[in-house]
């Protein structure tokens, strides 16, 4: 029996609980009211007092379309593929140099224009400005794409560059000659209108990206270390427009990459001996090695969702939304868990909140009725920015927990520094400031880029790193980025032209704004 004065305390006890739980809920969710009150983090310089520019206008006319989708159109036509690190079709290469010439004759031909070939397939032209105190900046792309075979059940094959329904189809038309060629393109008509830079620009074209960027990209590193390059700002590929992709992901957001997931590529590899399939061992290589297969892929790494800079990229779009979607997207150090368990559900949203791992290739056996020698399989990581290289490989290792199965490190690196977003970032607000030009209707947010970039090499150069091509992305399409029907439509090619024109001349600004009191001027 429980006297009367215990009782008395038990109930104190709980109403102390419960008075301690309600207060903890109100404070906890005044917090969150009022940041969702007062974050606003979207608004940036965008109502600053910016330098006055005369910029060109391209005014594409009918002509100029046709020469300029013809250019991009025979771009495609050449089968640039990379198969494996130092092994692509140098043919299609060494014609790729040819086409470039004959395509953009201006740009060759230009004074203010410097062009080289680095390392026999890539390039690396030099802009001349005429503020030579003006730091210059980078624009990358790359020439090479990955293989596509006729076979797969493209709607129309894949180096073809053959259009349907206001679109072209075609290995590359994405990833990446839509920005290589729009850059050279939006050039050549800068140069034709008699445009010369103020500030110096380079041009970047690496020839291996697809596989490593070791011999074009990072030769094309030496070179400007050689000549004491130092950088404002580097853009390269990597990310892009979303359409209504998901719940949270709803409207239309313009991620600029700020940084890029780290990677690691492994092999794993089981031996057992050889012998007669009649008298088969209890357990193969083949068996052994997808058992530890199958304990990875069932056991994905930790959530790491909002640990990262995943989480910038929320508080930019929260304003968007409305209650509770805002009230959640704005308050990530509460709601992150739920969120991530969302995301979690769809691979595009998922590389956000992880570690992925993917098994993306396994080899063994020779005969049906051998037993095989050897069996091996690769995995590959995107390292979620708040885990390093090591501690993603402890988590293999502590799954695949057999000591048959060997674990091999091919390539790895860690994720890539996050670049600088502030309303002092350059880059960042010059090319923010370009994206709301082109596309006013979009909301510009940072974005981490779940790819490798050949940005990644050029990490001495400057902090500041940005991944953003202008392509349109809606529901489905990330499939297309390395797999069938890679498509991109003919207005949105001629955006690429129009985007690079214009952020080639905003670069021209010598200097961002003053941020504070521009609210008060309009
Ligand atoms: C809050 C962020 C929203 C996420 C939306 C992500 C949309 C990205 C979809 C597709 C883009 C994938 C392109 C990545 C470019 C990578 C270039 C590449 O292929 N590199 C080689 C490699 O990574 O192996
Ligand atoms: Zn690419
Ligand atoms: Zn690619």
Same mark, same amino acid.
């Given at each position: ?322 209650? $509770? =979607? ?8 509460? &709601? ?5 368990? /969302? +995301? *979690?559900?769809? %691979? ?68 890539? $520094? =996050? ?8 880059? &960042? ?5 370009? /994206? +709301? *030009?082109?596309? %006013? ?82």
């Amino acid at each position: 029996m429980v006297d009367s004065g215990t009782k008395l305390k038990i109930r104190r006890l709980l109403k102390t609980i419960i008075c301690l739980f309600s207060l903890t809920f109100v404070v906890l969710f005044t917090v969150a009211f009022v940041r969702t009150l007062t974050l606003d983090v979207d608004v940036g310089l965008q109502h600053a007092q910016w330098e006055k520019t005369k910029n060109i206008s391209l005014d594409i006319g009918r002509e100029q379309r046709e020469e300029l989708l013809d250019n991009f159109k025979e771009s495609i036509r050449i089968p640039t593929v990379s198969f494996a690190e130092s092994n692509y079709n140098t043919t299609a290469l060494l014609e790729f140099n040819r086409f470039l010439r004959k395509a953009f004759p201006t740009v060759y031909s230009s004074s203010l224009v410097h062009h080289e070939v680095v390392a026999n397939y890539s390039h690396l032209f030099w802009v001349e400005g005429s503020q030579p105190d003006l730091l210059p900046y980078l624009l990358l792309a790359h020439v090479d794409v990955v293989p596509a075979s006729e076979s797969d059940a493209w709607d129309l094959p894949p180096f073809s560059a053959k259009e349907m329904d206001g679109f072209i189809y075609g290995r590359g038309t994405l990833d990446d000659k839509s920005s290589l060629m729009g850059i050279l393109q939006a050039l050549e008509y800068l140069l034709r209108k008699g445009y010369a830079p103020r500030r110096g620009f380079y041009i970047g074209l690496g020839h291996d990206e697809e596989v490593s960027g070791k011999n074009g990209a990072l030769n094309i590193v030496n070179v400007m270390k050689q000549r004491g390059v130092q950088l404002s700002f580097v853009l390269d590929e990597g990310m892009l427009i979303t359409e209504n992709l998901s719940s949270f992901l709803g409207g239309s957001t313009a991620f600029i990459g700020i940084s890029e997931k780290g990677s690691a590529t492994i092999k794993l590899s089981v031996s057992t001996p050889p012998g007669h399939s009649s008298m088969p061992p209890k357990e193969t290589c083949i068996g052994i090695l997808a058992a530890a297969v199958k304990r990875i892929e069932d056991n994905p790494m930790p959530r790491l969702f909002g640990y990262g800079p995943e989480r910038l990229s929320f508080e930019h779009m929260a304003h968007k939304f409305s209650f $509770p =979607v805002k009230f959640m997207m704005s308050n990530l150090w509460l &709601f992150s868990p739920l969120i991530g368990r /969302v +995301l *979690e559900r769809q %691979p595009i949203s998922n590389s956000l909140v992880r570690t992925t791992t993917a098994v993306t290739m396994f080899n063994s056996g020779v005969k049906f009725n051998i037993i095989p020698s050897l069996a091996e399989a690769f995995v590959n990581l995107r390292i979620h920015s708040a885990q390093s290289l090591e501690e993603a490989l402890d988590h293999i290792r502590s799954r695949v927990a057999d000591e048959r199965v060997k674990m091999e490190l091919i390539d790895g690196f860690d994720p890539l $520094p =996050v670049s600088s977003t502030d309303e002092k970032s350059f880059g &960042f607000q010059i090319i923010k400031k370009t /994206v +709301l *030009e082109v596309f %006013p209707s979009v909301t510009v947010a940072p974005g981490i880029c779940v790819g490798n970039t050949d940005s990644r090499h050029f990490k001495d150069f400057t902090k500041d790193i940005f991944r953003f091509i202008p392509a349109w992305l809606k529901s489905g399409d990330y499939l297309r980025f390395h797999g069938i029907n890679e498509r991109i439509s003919k207005k949105n090619y001629e955006e690429f032209v129009v985007f690079y024109s214009s952020l080639i001349q905003n670069c021209d600004i010598q200097k961002l704004p003053e941020p504070h009191g521009s609210v008060h001027e309009l």
